[in-house]
């Protein structure tokens, strides 16, 4: 099994301003991806996070936005810019653990209020 | 890309009875199709999952079913319990693609 830690679990900002959210998974893994979930829908996918290159992003999202490093096998950042109330939702990591081919695990989420 | 559909949106069962709910794939590539329980503010959590080369699959009072010619599968709970009482989406996972699209859930309700 594994534990992925995302920080922080809940934050409000200012519209116009960034938020970074962190997601660090204890255990080896090949893939990692962002979810977006809309309080009382369903789950989205942003992006898949790469290792050491660029993102690969969803039709409708894109880097400008939504820009996610993943400078080791277990650390991603998304970083959500310019935000606007409409960004106001829960997001989430998951990982695909090495030697698996299962998204078993999410990380507990953060909750973005814009104000 | 993939579109996954999901009912029903909501299910209410006598506790003790069975629950069902099905879920339809768009991609014909997809090949692995997991399930999620999600409570009340905390994190999807998977609960069973099937591949495509496999018809069911079983783990105590949870089984799915697959039908790839049809493009759907299904989650089956016998014996429901409170416990049971959840937010449950279906995904898939398309040929080609790395991350799931997800069904857009089913609120299940274990009625005392």
């Known amino acids: 099994s594994a534990v992925i830690s995302q920080k922080p679990s809940r934050d409000i900002c200012q519209r116009g301003t960034s938020l970074t959210i962190q997601c660090q998974v204890d255990?080896?893994?090949?893939?990692m991806f962002w979810y977006r979930q809309q309080p009382g829908q369903s789950l989205t996918l942003i992006a898949t996070?790469?290792?050491?290159?660029?993102?690969?992003?969803e039709s409708g999202f894109v880097i400008d936005k939504f820009p996610i490093s993943r400078p080791n096998l277990t650390f991603s950042t998304l970083t959500v810019s310019n935000m606007s109330p409409e960004d106001s939702s829960i997001y989430l990591c998951?990982?695909?653990?090495?030697?698996?081919?299962?998204?078993?695990?999410f990380g507990q989420g953060t909750r973005l209020t814009v104000v | 890309g993939e579109n996954v559909e999901q009912h029903p949106s909501t299910l209410s069962v006598q506790e003790g009875d069975s629950a069902v709910i099905k879920c339809t794939y768009s991609?014909?590539?997809?090949?692995?199709f997991p399930w999620y329980k999600q409570e009340l503010g905390k994190r999807p959590q998977l609960i069973i999952d099937?591949?495509?080369?496999?018809g069911e699959k079983k783990d105590q009072r949870i089984a799915v079913t697959l039908n790839k010619t049809a493009k759907h599968f299904s989650l089956h709970i016998t014996e429901t319990q409170p416990e049971d009482s959840a937010v449950y989406f279906c995904?898939?996972?398309?040929?080609?693609?790395?991350?799931?699209?997800f069904g857009k859930g089913t609120h299940l309700i274990i009625q005392p």
């Open positions: 998951s990982a695909r653990l090495y030697g698996t081919n299962t998204e078993a695990f």
């Open positions: 255990s080896q893994v090949t893939m």
């Open positions: 996070a790469n290792q050491g290159s660029e993102a690969t992003y």
């Open positions: 991609d014909s590539a997809s090949n692995y």
């Open positions: 099937i591949r495509s080369n496999v």
């Open positions: 995904a898939a996972r398309g040929g080609g693609a790395d991350g799931l699209t």
